[in-house]
């Protein structure tokens, strides 16, 4: 606790309130006092005192042996005596756009210190299937076969324990696609996405001209067990009790998606320290309700539609280091937001 005074004011001939005289005077037993009751929990950490956890509880006014070894924990962890076990590292990297995406090197600090690795929706532009005017020409297949490269590459790259792919909007462009060509009857016969091939399925590319066809194996066979990857089928999940999401919905404003988000997850019921969001293509933090917030920007190049004269806000790019302690907690100090 910080000093009231750096000089002694008594001394001096100034006098003071006796109230405050008392306050000061209870200030220094609560400082002696927890000088005691440290030394005595070091004593007990070192077998030094056979004294259980509760017996000094109830001597020193704890309202339980628990709590007094929590408090002796703190103070140690604060000192740098111990660190959490059993961490958590999990790197959150979205909105890559395929063939917009930036290198694999930008992940370079991370290397062989990523325990999860979530990637958060639209690995893949899906231009050539969008309602939008074509900037490009390139197949949808050879987009698909190059995202399928990309993730290959990042994840041998950083070199994660596990993986988890949430889906995007641009993800869904597939089956919107199928939905506004296709006789609904045959729609049964299509996956939702993209990632339910490159991840699960696996897919053929027919070159008609040559009569010939190549297959590109499911990233499931492709690790065949090396590293646990798992498409979740959804545009969320959780990972501890940390929230990855991937709206379709887009408010403009500061953390406004974000913010809706997190009033819908609440409503559902779901119980997070931590909501991660994907989507917006821009960065952001903040608290509230006790939930650690964060927009994680993007892994991509501006588009040129963002400098057309609409004055479209621009894009950040970036990703979120977060930190999870063993019952999955996020550790704040040791998360954060990196701006590329």
Not at 184 to 193: A, G, N
Not at 281 to 305: D, I, N, P
Request: charged content about 30%.
């Amino acid at each position: 606790m910080k000093k009231l005074f750096s000089i002694d004011c008594m001394s001096r001939g100034i006098s003071l309130p006796y109230s405050f005289i008392l306050y000061k005077k209870r200030v220094r037993e609560v400082e002696f006092l927890n000088k005691e009751l440290l030394n005595i929990c070091y004593k007990k950490h070192n077998k030094e005192i056979d004294l259980s956890w509760e017996e000094l509880a109830k001597k020193y006014n704890f309202s339980s042996g628990e709590c007094l070894r929590t408090w002796f924990k703190r103070i140690r962890r604060e000192n740098g005596e111990i660190g959490y076990k059993n961490k958590t590292r999990i790197l959150h990297i979205s909105d890559n756009h395929y063939p917009f995406n930036l290198p694999k090197e930008v992940f370079k600090d991370y290397v062989g210190k990523v325990d999860v690795l979530v990637f958060g929706g639209d690995e893949q532009d899906c231009q050539s299937v969008s309602r939008f005017k074509k900037k490009y020409r390139v197949p949808f297949v050879d987009e698909m076969i190059g995202t399928r490269q990309m993730i290959i590459d990042i994840i041998e790259y950083i070199k994660p324990k596990q993986v988890k792919l949430i889906a995007g909007n641009h993800n869904y462009r597939l089956i919107n696609y199928f939905s506004e060509k296709v006789h609904e009857d045959l729609l049964t016969l299509m996956p939702e996405t993209n990632l339910d091939f490159i991840i699960d399925l696996g897919f053929w590319k027919h070159d008609h001209q040559t009569k010939s066809k190549t297959f590109y194996e499911p990233l499931t066979k492709v690790f065949d067990g090396k590293i646990d990857i798992e498409y979740m089928k959804n545009w969320w999940c959780k990972v501890g009790h940390t929230v990855f999401a991937h709206p379709k919905a887009f408010r403009s404003g500061i953390l406004a998606t974000t913010e809706k988000a997190y009033l819908y997850f609440l409503q559902l019921g779901e119980k997070f320290d931590a909501l991660c969001l994907s989507h917006t293509h821009h960065q952001g933090f903040s608290r509230y309700g006790g939930v650690y917030m964060y927009e994680s920007g993007c892994l991509c190049e501006e588009q040129s539609y963002a400098s057309d004269g609409t004055m479209i806000r621009p894009q950040d790019k970036g990703f979120v280091y977060l930190v999870q302690d063993e019952q999955g907690n996020l550790i704040y100090d040791e998360s954060k937001l990196i701006c590329l």
